[in-house]
């Protein structure tokens, strides 16, 4: 017999680990670039745009947007059914358990914000080249939009690394309770580096 849930979850799985955590290491990648001043951000914005228009256009649609959108609506669909009461228990998974799915809400909104506006208004509708002056001058004009900014990376950075430790549960990775400790640890303590590079790259703009 086909489980079609069995198989759908695990492509849920695998997909928000590839493909979102392919996304997050990129973008932490290329705005930590921003240390480095307008020069440095720059430069690597610029090497993106090497690549061909329709290619980059290809690869945006098909390796990322279809992915993210099967992750984020089976996602919806997989959190509704779910029974989050990190009230009544205290453990610690418990607690990771529902902020993964908090986590999962706050995104699906703010990535339609995020993504409408820089990519497609900006780059796409006005012909602006997103560029370490854009940013900057974003940011500073509208500090609310810098202070959402960081709780949106905050809470893909979150709900990657968390999902890292569910994934190894999911797979078999991690059967036994003490591995999982191992692993969750680990997970979070990626985390937290990626959340301290977040604040220092954010930082350089108001520097």
């Known amino acids: 017999m086909f489980h ?19 996304v997050l290491f990129e973008h932490i990648f290329t705005n930590s ?6 020069p440095a951000l720059n430069g690597a914005l610029k090497m993106m ?3 061909p228009a329709p290619i980059f256009l290809m690869l945006e649609v098909c390796g990322i947007a279809i992915p993210l959108l099967f ?4 996602g919806i669909y997989i959190a509704l059914q779910a029974k989050n009461n990190p009230g009544n228990y205290g453990f610690v998974r418990n607690w990771n358990f529902a902020l993964q799915r908090y986590t999962a809400w706050f995104l699906v909104v703010f990535l339609i914000w995020h993504v409408f ?3 497609i208004f900006v780059k796409g509708i006005t012909g602006t080249p ?3 002056e854009l940013l900057q001058n974003y940011f500073l004009s509208n500090p609310i939009f810098a202070l959402l900014y960081v709780i949106g990376m905050f809470a893909a950075i979150f709900h990657f690394c968390n999902g890292i430790t569910t994934f190894c549960m999911t797979w078999g990775i991690a059967k036994g309770p003490r591995i999982q400790q191992v692993v969750n640890c680990l997970s979070m303590l990626l985390c937290v580096v990626l959340c301290l590079i ?3 790259f954010m930082g350089s703009y108001f520097m």
């Open 71 to 74: 992750h984020a609506i089976y």
């Open 198 to 200: 977040t604040l220092a």
């Open 130 to 132: 997103i560029s370490y």
């Open 49 to 51: 745009e090497l690549i």
């Open 33 to 38: 670039m921003a240390l480095g001043g307008a």
């Open 4 to 22: 079609t849930t069995f198989y759908l979850r695990r492509l849920h799985s695998l997909v928000g680990l590839l493909v979102l955590g392919m």
């Open 117 to 119: 506006y820089l990519r």
